[in-house]
């Protein structure tokens, strides 16, 4: 048995799915690309599925063909949109799949390929990423048969920045402009930030898988990480522990070593500010993860070699201390963390 693991809350998923429903007040694109934001992407879109999801986000073509089809009634859309001749295979076997056009070259290509067929926009409002420019929005609409409008909100984490009021206030036009589409714009923050950013259709992404992208923001923890202790060992006062020797120990110490390291998506950066669970015991870290192991201060707790301690991060605590962001420190976890549902 491998000796450390994730463990994912299904009906924590689905109660944050629920509460970003309710506070959007419209339907829910789920945001599954990056195999679920790390935590897999399958078991994401069934449980959201069975909850009422009809739409789901990936990034590429690819992610679309290695997800499979969603569910019944449900679609996937490629928020990369549609690049070229080696993606026409794909998207013919994958009739579900609309792409996300955001270049006038993007949309010339899907007409030409299926030519009726629906597929999506996004414009760019004011963050120069991906978008078509606004006066570019009719020509699109015009060559093909466009379902959703989309634009993507910069600062919607950042309550009070001004360019989120300004893409706000560019969207809308576009939305007057397109009035046979449908219009999405927010994403977790917005939904949490109110209704004025719903529009016909909500993507929510971080908020699903317990991150807490604004300040309104109420996510439940979905992941918890656990670990075997593999050795215990008593640490004389003043003894160091770890690589490099930066700590030392301020009394007689019991160490628990566990098989957990930034192998395991666990940074380094983040030892100074993660506790492990030992019964009701607080055990901190101590000294410098390793790339497959990392030091615990058990001296508190009963604890014996084989049992397990457990991690429930708090993502938007650990990236504020961190400076690590709540997406990094998601899609961060390595594959070879067997993931388990429960």
């Keep these: 048995m491998q000796p450390s693991r994730l ?18 007040g419209v339907p829910l694109a789920a945001a599954v690309k990056a195999d679920g934001y790390g935590l897999g992407a399958r078991p994401v879109v069934a449980a959201l599925h069975a909850a009422g999801c009809r739409a789901f986000l990936v990034s590429t073509f690819a992610e679309a063909d290695a997800l499979g089809h969603p569910g019944e009634g449900a679609s996937v859309l490629v928020l990369h949109g549609f690049t070229g001749e080696e993606e026409a295979p794909l998207a013919q076997r994958l009739p579900w799949v609309r792409p996300v056009l955001s270049t006038a070259r993007q949309v010339a290509r899907w007409a030409a390929a299926f030519p009726g067929r629906p597929a999506d926009l ?22 093909v048969a ?39 714009l927010a994403n977790s923050a917005a939904i949490a930030a109110g209704p004025r950013f719903s529009f016909d259709l909500a993507r929510p992404g971080l908020g699903l898988y317990g991150g807490r992208p604004h300040p309104a923001s109420d996510s439940r923890p979905v992941l ?11 640490v004389p006062k003043g003894a160091p522990v770890g690589y490099g020797a ?21 940074p380094r950066a983040l030892a100074p500010h993660l506790s492990f669970g030992a019964g009701d015991r607080r055990c901190p870290v101590v000294g410098r993860i390793s790339m497959d192991l990392m030091a615990v201060d058990v001296t508190e707790a009963e604890v014996s070699e084989g049992d397990w301690l457990v991690l429930e991060p708090d993502l938007a605590r650990l990236s504020a201390r961190s400076g690590l962001s709540q997406y990094e420190l998601l899609t961060g976890l390595a594959r070879r963390l067997p993931r388990t549902w429960r």
């Design 246 to 266: 930066t700590w030392t120990a301020p009394r007689p110490s019991r160490i628990a070593t566990i098989n957990l390291g930034y192998a395991d998506g666990v």
């Design 7 to 24: 463990v994912l809350d299904r009906t924590a998923l689905v109660a944050n799915y629920r509460w970003h429903e309710a506070r959007a």
């Design 122 to 143: 996004m414009v760019d409002t004011g963050m120069n990423r991906l978008g078509l420019a606004p006066a570019e929005v009719a020509p699109a609409c015009a060559a």
């Design 224 to 234: 918890r990480l656990e670990a075997r202790v593999l050795q215990l060992r008593t």
């Design 146 to 184: 466009v379902a959703v409008v989309h634009s993507h909100l910069a600062t919607a984490d950042e309550p009070g920045h001004p360019l989120t009021e300004r893409q706000l206030e560019r969207f809308r036009e576009v939305v007057a402009a397109t009035p046979g589409a449908a219009h999405a």
